[in-house]
């Protein structure tokens, strides 16, 4: 099955930028549903964006117009974050999943495979 391995994370002021990354390895992504998720102590596992069945961006209404999601055919997803909030303090992981059907590609509970995280902190 598929590794991922996040990095990119890091500290930056508000109104500023990060760009995550997510590296895949043991398999080939193009045929997973792939997805960022962000989590903050004692609060559950939020979907942030994703690249749903279709091939199609989605994302959470709190980031829309701001983050972006990407796939290369290096087998990696990244996500672009501009216009940074304090509110987007989070520890962020990267998901896959290889099931031929996802209901929503935002919901935590649809995927199998993660990635350790990686800490993003704006202030």
Known sequence: HVQLVESGG???QVGGSL???????G??????????????PDKEREGVAAIDDHGDAIYANSVKGRFTVSQDAKNS????MNSL???????YYCAADDSPFHE????SWEYKYW????????S
Not at 115 to 120: D, H, I, R, Y
């Open 115 to 122: 990635g350790q995280g990686t800490q993003v902190t704006v």
């Open 19 to 25: 760009r995550l990354s997510c590296v895949a390895s």
């Open 27 to 40: 398999d080939t992504i193009s045929r997973y549903c792939m997805g960022w998720f962000r989590q903050i």
């Open 85 to 91: 909030k304090s509110e987007d303090t989070a520890t």
């Open 104 to 107: 929503y590609a935002l919901g």
């Open 77 to 80: 997803l990244y996500l672009q």
């Open 10 to 12: 890091g500290s930056v």
